[in-house]
């Protein structure tokens, strides 16, 4: 392996280091005592090619919560800012909303509720093909 090669492998490892290191500091703003919120990590479902997700393709993102108030969802590309995606008020335990995917990259996603974030969720992004409700990626 290169030094070039090594290099960029430890810029991306820093990268998403402190990107983990930022999400998870949003939960620190919380003041002790105060209601929890993301209950698990955000899930955006099985898509069809079943490693990837499409650009330009609709994907369900839902997160447990076991509170109230809006969710936020977010995607987030290491080095990047984040992309709002939506929010939604939880029908019972579970808030949602729909992904599209803009741009090819590993991104991550993750929810924030009452000021807490949930873990990152990490998503493989590629160029989506297709239409009409059906959509794969490679």
Do not use: H
Request: charge should be positive; proline fraction near 7%.
């Amino acid at each position: 392996m290169s030094g070039d090669s090594m290099s960029r492998r430890r810029t991306r490892a820093g990268m998403a280091a402190a990107f983990l290191s930022m999400v998870f500091g949003v939960t620190m703003l919380v003041a002790p005592g105060a209601q929890a919120a993301p209950a698990g990590r955000v899930d955006a479902g099985v898509p069809l090619s079943s490693v990837v997700y499409g650009t330009g393709c609709t994907y369900p993102v839902t997160v447990p919560v076991n509170s109230s108030g809006w969710v936020e969802f977010w995607e987030v590309k290491p080095g990047l800012p984040a992309r709002f995606i939506g929010r939604d008020l939880p029908s019972g335990a579970l808030a949602s909303v729909t992904w599209v995917p803009r741009r090819i990259g590993d991104k991550y996603l993750y929810a924030v509720q009452n000021g807490k974030a949930s873990q990152p969720t990490l998503v493989k992004v590629r160029q989506g093909y297709g239409s009409n409700g059906t959509c794969f990626a490679f």
